[in-house]
């Protein structure tokens, strides 16, 4: 590093200190992302650890898949909410990043996931991408590789339709609202793999669900769980 770049990491530092995603503390030089309080007292679900859950009760009936997990609950107004708008909307790619390689741990350390081949992200609508210049869930996803052994596959499937925001669209139509939203397009890769699906927050679960079956429907063969970041209760059904 030049004496130059030094002196400015430095100042920046100085004026502009990492903060904590949730609590906006101030970082210290060993703490990253989150402070060692936040991190201490997540809300973390433990779903990982329980074959049997609320989101695995979730899909029953709907779509078939191996196993299911959320690794935090979010209220509404609290600090972990805002970290999830943050890295949708203030290119916090590096914060989402860094969540995806704790769930990664915790899903290692679990012993549930240790047969998963292959990590796909869920994929925004290309014009949605180009606007916010990232799909966070890529960034999850890569996290969580890392710290799983896995491979990420960013481009396995793509979404053909720009669906509405689903926490805009009524409830009654959201299942319509996805219906031939996504396409395979490298069905060869996946085919015999367990697949882990990543996505950032759920909302019904339906955006999720639609995902696996148009790629159960393309490669009958592979078999599918699915990891999300964060779900309110409220939306689990768990008060
Ligand atoms: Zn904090």
């Not at 996805?178 to 396409?183: D, H, K, L, S």
């Amino acid at each position: 590093m030049s004496i130059l770049s030094s002196v400015l990491s430095e100042l920046k530092e100085l004026f502009f200190p990492a903060r904590c995603a949730v609590c906006k503390e101030p970082l210290t030089a060993e703490e990253q992302t989150l402070c060692t309080l936040c991190r201490a007292t997540a809300p973390l679900t433990g779903y990982e650890r329980e074959p049997y859950n609320p989101l695995v009760a979730k899909f029953e009936g709907l779509v078939p898949i191996e196993r299911a997990s959320v690794m935090l609950f979010f209220r509404q107004g609290s600090g972990w909410q805002q970290l999830i708008h943050d890295f949708k909307y203030h290119a916090s790619w590096r914060t989402a990043r860094d969540m995806g390689r704790w769930y990664g741990h915790r899903l290692a350390e679990s012993g549930w996931y240790s047969d998963v081949d292959l990590i796909i992200p869920m994929p925004l609508h290309a014009l949605k991408q180009l606007h916010r210049g990232y799909n966070q869930a890529t960034y999850l996803a890569e996290g969580m590789g890392l710290s799983m052994g896995v491979k990420v596959h960013r481009r396995a499937v793509k979404r053909s339709r720009n669906t509405s925001a689903q926490a805009r669209t009524p409830l009654h139509s959201r299942a319509a609202n996805v219906e031939g939203a996504f396409v395979v397009r490298d069905a060869d890769a996946l085919r015999g793999k367990h697949l882990l699906v990543v996505d950032d927050v759920l909302t019904t679960g339906s955006t999720v669900a639609e995902l696996c079956l148009a790629i159960l429907e393309a490669v009958p063969d592979c078999r599918i769980s699915v990891a999300v970041l964060a779900a309110s209760r409220a939306s689990l059904g768990v008060e």
